[in-house]
């Protein structure tokens, strides 16, 4: 029995191994997903900028269009006062013409204010398209990194379960299928050293008689309370 336990063990370690290599292929997309959603938000922000710089160009130009039409709608004005035949028609033609001067001042403001508006627009964008930059390359060189380590677990994995196999076909199939049984109920740590007078998974303490059996290593001996399979020391073994 002593050669088998030696052998549970080896698998042991592999399959700790294997186990932290599959949890960190399950969560390395998961952080790949979240660089790509940060870059999304990026482009976003970026996005809406230069939608809002649109707005306000197009915003700006009707003002021009509107300006340039009430402009020359005053002109004629201007020119038909000249022709008009009676005062009152003289005054409310004048009248017209002053309200069509007021208009005129309001749409320049108004422009004028689109100017600024587009002015601080086109700084934001140039800050926002700057920081996209910067946060695009930060998030290239994280991805770069995941992207390796995952091809790395991958191979690692690969090693680790060709190896497993390997050493699995040395052990009795009645103890494999034991092993296996308490490693799908206790993922990760199927055997598990005495500690002190403990059991190493579950902290259990082990009667004196039971310590000794173990010491021996002369059969299979699983723990009362958590089903692990219990070695004096896996590093002696
Ligand atoms: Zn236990």
Redesign the pocket.
């Known amino acids: 029995m002593k050669e088998e336990l030696k052998t549970i063990c080896r698998i042991q370690v592999l399959d700790a191994d294997i186990y932290s290599a599959r949890q960190r292929l399950e969560t390395i997309p998961q952080e790949l997903n979240e660089l790509n959603l940060k870059e999304q938000e990026g482009a976003g922000a970026l996005r809406e900028v230069g939608q809002k710089l649109a707005e306000s160009a197009r915003v700006k130009k009707a003002g021009e269009l509107d300006l340039e039409a009430s402009t020359a709608a005053l002109r004629k004005l201007q020119v038909q006062l000249s022709q008009v035949k009676t005062n009152k028609e003289y005054t409310a033609m004048q009248q017209e013409i002053e309200q069509g001067k007021v208009n005129i001042s309001g749409i320049e403001e108004k422009i004028l204010l689109e100017m600024e508006h587009l002015d601080a627009l086109a700084l934001q964008e140039k800050e926002f398209s700057r920081q996209y930059d910067l946060l695009k390359k930060d998030l290239d060189g994280k991805r770069k990194t995941l992207l390796e380590e995952l091809a790395l677990m991958e191979s690692r994995l690969t090693g680790l379960l060709t190896q497993r196999e390997t050493v699995v076909k040395t052990l009795p199939a009645e103890i494999a299928s034991v092993y296996s049984r308490i490693m799908q109920a206790r993922p990760g740590t199927a055997v ?1 050293p005495v500690s002190g007078a ?7 303490s082990l009667p004196p008689q039971f310590i000794n059996e173990i010491r021996k290593m002369e059969k299979l001996i699983t ?6 399979i ?1 070695v004096w020391s896996q590093e002696e073994v």
Do not use: D, K, N, P
């Open positions: 598990v403990s059991c190493g998974g579950c902290f259990a723990c009362e309370t958590c089903g692990r219990l």
